[in-house]
């Protein structure tokens, strides 16, 4: 069976969970990247994206579209669901938080006056979201948010606030079981590999990739 092919733009977005998933489920794949407008209105116009949008994962004879159901696909391919009902409903309970509170760091890239809205948000993330992952993180006292070893809710927990900690490197100053817990998941070995150069998780976004995602989808 070919590998598996994901698609998106050369950079993070809502692919970069994808791909720390599919590291994390220790799959390789290939990534097929939309290079335009005219590239991204051509592959629409043939049908590939059932929802006329990216990402899209072609794995085990599947097209699957939506970041969540590719990424919960994912979650019991690689057993990363929690180890029963409760569990698994926790995980995707904590899942869904996580997917909200990345919103802010991705729209932060494109913000015109990226300082000021940095302000005007990190207080409210800190409120709404990791006071709530830190304080579950105290409660079960293990490094994970849920059982006794990783899940998917501790892979993408890792991935936001690496993406995070570029933007405020202090963001984790008053949360010590998060920084905890991002020391920790550095020490798991697909992590450290995926971390490394040469890997296929993609750089902080660069003004080249906003252009990019601008003229496709906002022009």
């Given amino acids: 069976m070919s590998k598996p092919v994901l698609h998106y733009l050369d950079g993070r977005g809502r692919a970069e ?13 290939d990534e097929n990247f939309v290079t335009s407008k005219a590239d991204f ?6 049908g590939l994206y059932l929802f006329k949008q990216v990402p899209l994962l072609e794995i085990d004879g599947l097209r699957i579209v939506q970041t969540g159901s590719i990424l919960r696909y994912l979650g019991h391919k690689g057993g990363l669901m929690g180890e029963n009902d409760t569990e698994r409903a926790l995980v995707d309970m904590y ?19 990226k300082a000021q809205f940095w302000l005007e948000n990190k207080g409210k993330l800190g409120t709404k ?16 948010l849920v059982g006794n070893k990783q899940t998917m809710a501790d892979v993408l927990l890792f991935e936001t606030f690496t993406h995070y900690l570029h933007i405020d490197k202090d963001v984790l ?11 920790s998941q550095k020490e798991i070995p697909w992590v450290q590999k995926f971390l490394r150069p040469g890997s296929k998780r993609k750089d902080f976004p660069d003004e080249k990739y ?3 995602v601008d003229d496709i989808f906002h022009s």
């Fill in 17 to 29: 969970k994808i791909r720390w998933m599919l590291a994390a489920c220790g799959i390789d794949f």
């Fill in 210 to 212: 906003i252009a990019l």
């Fill in 95 to 113: 899942t869904e938080g996580i997917m909200d509170m990345s919103n802010a760091g991705l729209g932060y890239p494109f913000m015109p006056n």
């Fill in 129 to 144: 979201y990791f006071s709530v992952y830190e304080n579950i993180l105290k409660t079960t006292n293990n490094g994970h």
């Fill in 173 to 183: 100053n008053d949360y010590p079981n998060l920084q905890a817990f991002m020391i």
């Fill in 41 to 46: 209105q051509r592959r629409v116009a043939e």
